[in-house]
């Protein structure tokens, strides 16, 4: 089946500032996501489908922490059963942990208050541009990795979340692996999780990969890095691949409606289901693929509501016919 490219009307276009995060263009596929938006600085937040804190509330290591205990302190029916009630069984959830986090920002040294941001839906490829610049990005579908191609070299930094620190996590660490750059925490049971980017010359063009990764201890997870960016090619290799995976993600299905808005709205919501959804991995959480990066930790810590949250994104996968996604 051969089916019609969305209209050019369902890409997203902004001229100047993004300032939120939750306004930004969403690039994922389905293991690591990435939302582009600035006003001083472009910003890359980053995020990883699988990146939790899974220290238990300490409720929940209680003898009464169970469900025949529950059910007692109901049938009770007093004042104390009650509070003992909501001590164990709501109070739990007052803790950070455990909780979804995000991973970080790349932050660019990239003027965005004149800039034009371009997002098309049809291949998974942004483009930024300013009087300096052009940046052409994407969360590759064929690769683990994020890439970027800059026309000219351009300055940029690693940003962690402040509240990595009251969550206990060790100091930043730096490392060099063969021309890859980690920059990583440790959480407090050992996991090892960070960024790690590589950077390339090619044609008088700036290539920069960039990759969530994580690993039970810092060996993994620097076995993990070195796999994922072990095989390299061409920038105009993995734009052909990423072009190929997005053009047979749309030849699935295609609908035409009266209302364009809600065509619109329909591919949109199709194409933040590509981004966020692979075959085999985690199915997308409360907020996909895309954790709120503003410093604070995520509403609902991020976590799995088996509700509306999850029913009304996957309810239409099969009569869409993306079976792999859903």
């Known amino acids: 089946m051969s089916c019609e490219r969305p ?56 003898s009464g922490f169970n469900y025949k205990n529950m059910v007692a302190l109901v049938k009770e029916n007093s004042e104390s059963a009650w509070k003992e009630f909501l001590r164990l069984f709501d109070g739990c959830y007052n803790h950070a942990t ?27 490829i942004a483009k930024i541009t300013n009087e300096n610049f052009t940046i052409e990005t994407f969360v590759s579908a064929s690769n683990r990795f994020g890439v ?15 509240y990595y620190a009251s969550l ?11 021309g890859v750059e980690l920059c990583y925490h440790k959480m407090q049971d050992g996991r090892t999780f960070g960024i790690a980017i590589e950077e390339e010359c090619e044609t008088e063009c700036i290539i920069i990969k960039y990759y969530v990764f994580k690993g ?20 105009a290799e993995y734009k052909r691949l990423q072009r190929s995976w997005w053009r047979k993600f749309w030849n699935k299905s295609q609908i035409k409606l009266p209302d364009k808005t ?17 075959k085999g991995g985690y199915p997308m959480p409360l907020q996909g693929l895309w954790t709120r990066c503003d410093g604070n930790l995520p509403p609902w810590k991020g976590d799995y509501h088996h509700d509306l949250n999850t ?8 009569k869409a016919n993306h079976l792999e996604q859903g």
């Open 98 to 124: 455990p909780t979804k986090i995000n991973a970080g920002k790349l932050i660019f040294d990239f003027d965005c208050n004149n800039a034009e941001f371009f997002l098309d839906i049809y291949s998974g």
């Open 262 to 278: 809600l065509e619109k709205e329909y591919y949109l919501s199709y194409y933040l289901f590509g981004s966020g959804n692979v």
């Open 168 to 178: 206990g996590y060790s100091e930043l660490k730096k490392v060099s692996l063969t």
């Open 148 to 162: 970027l191609l800059c026309d000219k070299p351009i300055a940029y930094k690693i940003e962690f979340p402040d």
């Open 311 to 318: 029913q009304f994104t996957y309810v239409s996968y099969l």
């Open 7 to 62: 209209m050019f009307d369902c890409n997203l276009k902004f001229k100047g500032t993004i300032e939120n995060w939750d306004e930004g263009l969403p690039l994922g596929n389905g293991e690591i996501g990435s939302l582009v938006y600035g006003k001083a600085n472009l910003i890359f937040a980053l995020d990883r489908c699988d990146l939790w804190d899974l220290t238990p509330a300490p409720e929940t290591k209680e």
């Open 216 to 235: 039970k201890t810092e060996k993994e997870a620097f076995d993990t890095v070195q796999s994922v960016f072990g095989e390299r090619k061409r920038y």
